[in-house]
């Protein structure tokens, strides 16, 4: 198998790059180790990753160091909040413990990313439980594996009355969202809702996947209505 050596200028290592990527040799087995743990991170390849820690070498050691600190901090100082398993710096997260927010409302999600997501659109003024995952009997994943049950004991304190589900609208999703409402059966005065499913605005009817397209004309509302919500 052929290859050829690359040298980089301000001394850094010579390393030997064969034709498949997937093989490569370093002089330097510091270089080699920051690459595969870079390669582990997700969407990650080996090509990028080589990329990566190249250019943090190109910078001052400080720079490397504050990033390396960054991540060291992150991964021994973050909690999850013990009320919402919101990510979190203390026992209870920001959201939960803001007084000006709807805690009648709860918003389940699957992951810490959605709460982002939701609270982009700026608005859901309540309050989040992030089940972190959604019922999967293919991938192993039960009710138990996910937080449903510290759902339900949220509930029986009786200060929510809306629990909204924000569910993937997928196999999973609506999985999870009908287990979650035959367990939440019992409390006859919570409102349960869920996320409306339609055409995305600005999406042509041709491009839109018959489920979507479906949900949109099952769920469709009088044409005067889409006024009255704008005023």
Known sequence: MSYFCIAFTRNY???????????QEFASHLLENAVNEFSK???VGRKTALRLVLYLLRQNEDASTSFGEAII??????????????????EVCPICSNTLRDHSVVCVVENVKDVMSIENTHQHRGLYHVLGGLI???DGIGPQDIEIDSLIERIKSGEIKEVILALSATMEGDTTNFYIFRRLAPFTDIKITMLARGMSVGNDIEYTDELTLGRSIINRTLF???FAKEK
């Open 136 to 138: 999967s009997p293919m």
């Open 41 to 43: 991170l997700p969407g």
């Open 73 to 90: 901090k992150l991964r021994k100082e973050i909690r999850y909040c013990s009320v919402c398993h919101n990510i979190s710096e203390e």
């Open 13 to 23: 290592p010579c390393f030997k790059l064969k034709n498949n990527l997937m093989e």
């Open 224 to 226: 005067s209505d889409s």
